[in-house]
């Protein structure tokens, strides 16, 4: 899909199959896709791009999550404002978080972002105002810009949808970006970008911020849109979660995120019902049973696709050897 005229035809494409979707399926069911395809986006322009893994991305989706559900609960601020808080709160614990593991790599970097993110976890699970195990409940919708009620679930998808186009612009946009050139050669040579100059930590610290903003407008809409915040969302179970999608869709690639959400959301709600249905073609009861299997499958999913990935690789590097003996 090189040729620009193929990928505007694909995006358009896209983008009529998402206004008609609520049509035909479950609005909230897609609002929620929306918001983990987003949070999936910005995920990848962090591991994909700038090739460091945050095991801490949970706690800008769900820490972002509990602000701005509070803000429009209690202190009672309009709904809009309420999101752009919730993205400040990703931004502003990303910065925080940033500064003590960015000069970190590797598997160091990884390990001090996900005991961070626990940290928070904690922090959530006592706080007064979180409501602990009980979640933040009855986070209302209120009216966008004073004017549009979103108490109508078709009026909210489409602001939703609107959103998530608007982040994935902004991603679309840095990666062909000359910082997003700079990330991309961080991440293929390190130590050559140094010596081109570049203040390495200083890009990846931008990147970091820029992903976990991008994560919180993820976590804030959800939590609109679901009515209440929980402990899932900071949890570091969905940090694996977005790793997950990120690998299913394809490392690196700008549409590949979107399409691990949707699978891997799609299998979280919908395997039960495959799972009967594969019980009544076969007669195997055991498949009934494969709704409550939900974290097996996942887990099967994730092994499969971190195989595949690492044979695709072992492919590319033999096949660019290959070209060097040539030449």
Request: net charge positive; hydrophobic share 55%.
């Amino acid at each position: 899909m090189n040729n620009p005229l193929n990928k505007k035809l694909f995006y358009g494409a896209l983008l009529i199959l998402a206004l008609l979707a609520p049509f035909g399926l479950y609005p909230v069911f897609l609002m929620k896709m929306l918001c983990f395809a987003l949070f999936a986006c910005a995920f990848n322009l962090l591991i994909g791009y700038t090739g460091l893994l945050s095991f801490g991305h949970a706690a800008f989706f769900g820490g972002a999550g509990y602000v701005a559900g509070q803000a429009i609960k209690a202190w009672g601020v309009p709904t809009e404002i309420g999101l752009i808080l919730g993205t400040l709160t990703g931004a502003l614990i990303g910065l925080v978080m940033g500064l003590l593991a960015i000069r970190r790599q590797g598997i160091y970097f990884t390990m001090i972002t996900l005991a961070l993110a626990q940290m928070l976890f904690f922090v959530a699970l006592q706080a007064p105002f979180t409501g602990g195990e009980d979640g933040l409940q009855g986070i209302p919708r209120g009216k966008l810009l004073g004017f549009i009620d979103l108490s109508s679930d078709m009026t909210l998808y489409y602001v939703v949808l609107a959103i998530a186009i608007a982040g994935f612009a902004l991603i679309v946009r840095t990666i062909h970006s000359p910082f997003g050139q700079v990330l991309k050669a961080i991440k293929e040579n390190e130590p050559r970008a140094i010596s081109l100059g570049y203040d390495v930590d200083r890009y990846k610290l931008l990147a970091f911020v820029l992903s976990a903003a991008l994560t919180g407008l993820a976590g804030s809409t959800k939590a609109l849109i679901l009515g209440f915040e929980t402990l899932t969302d900071v949890h570091w179970s969905m940090s694996g979660l977005v790793v997950l999608m990120t690998l299913v869709g394809g490392l690196g690639t700008i549409v590949g995120p979107i399409v691990g959400a949707v699978i891997i959301i799609m299998l979280e709600n919908k395997l039960g019902d495959i799972g009967n249905w594969l019980a009544s073609v076969t007669h195997i009861e055991w498949f009934n049973t494969l709704g409550d299997s939900v974290t097996i499958v996942t887990g099967f999913i994730f092994i499969v696709s971190c195989s595949l990935l690492r044979r695709r690789r072992l492919c590319r590097r033999s096949g660019d050897q290959g070209l060097g003996r040539a030449d």
